[in-house]
Structures are given as structure tokens and as C-alpha cells.
């Protein structure tokens, strides 16, 4: 079965850097976009950054704009997500997915497999 895992996450003072892996197995990685989304408690899940499936297109939120990459390598089926200039507003579970649809996707339910999340904590 298609499995999404996440690792990288943990806890790091403001303005320091981070970056975050999502191994997948299960699935033919390279025809497949993958994205970043994150939720903080009591928000809804947010798009943070997607990438197509040749890594040639990138999408940021404004939020993150300047600040995250996104990234992939199809040889590894690893996408990947690093964080500089972090904010303790950054500060939630990341989750990556992966679209067989979409490219530049940033809804949800554009995404058809998810990973269980890891937890990025920024504090002030």
C-alpha cells in the first residue's frame, strides 16, 4: 500500500533553520505532485508548498514565500521541505501528500495520499 512517511520535525529557536523529509513507497514517485501542508492547534490544515513531478514547477503560500523549498528526488522517492528564517507562527504538524492530478495544487482534496505528520515546534 502507498505509505507517506514524514521525519525531520522538531524543536528550533526563531530564526533558525529546519528541514523536513517524506519518504514514499507505494506509488510511482515520479508521476505523482507532491505537497506540504501544515496545521497548527485549532486551525484548519493549510497549504504550504507544492512541487510537480519532474521538480521543474514550484508553488509557495505567501507565508512561507522566500523563506521554504521544496524540493525532490525522484531517485530516492523522497520529497523534501527546508525551512529558513522560521517564526514561531510556523510553529504546527507537517504533513506531506502526493496528487496524481494536479500540478500546483493547493486545495486538499487535490491530494490523494497523506502522511501521518511531523511536528515542527519554533519558539521565541
Known amino acids: 500500500q502507498v505509505q507517506l512517511v514524514e521525519s525531520g520535525g522538531g524543536l528550533v529557536q526563531a530564526g533558525g533553520s529546519l528541514r523536513v523529509s517524506c519518504a514514499a513507497s507505494g506509488l510511482r514517485f515520479s508521476s505523482y505532485a507532491m505537497g506540504w501542508f501544515r496545521q497548527a492547534p485549532g486551525k484548519e490544515r493549510e497549504f504550504v508548498a507544492t512541487i510537480s513531478w519532474s521538480g521543474g514547477s514550484t508553488y509557495y503560500a505567501d507565508s512561507v514565500k522566500g523563506r521554504f523549498t521544496i524540493s525532490r528526488d525522484n531517485a530516492k522517492n523522497t520529497v523534501y521541505l527546508q525551512m529558513n528564517s522560521l517564526e514561531p507562527e510556523d510553529t504546527a504538524v507537517y504533513y506531506c501528500?502526493?496528487?496524481?492530478?494536479?500540478?500546483?495544487?493547493?486545495?486538499?482534496?487535490?491530494?490523494?495520499?497523506w502522511g501521518q505528520g511531523t511536528q515542527v515546534t519554533v519558539s521565541s
Open positions: 501528500a502526493a496528487s496524481n492530478v494536479f500540478s500546483g495544487a493547493r486545495k486538499t482534496s487535490d491530494y490523494n495520499y
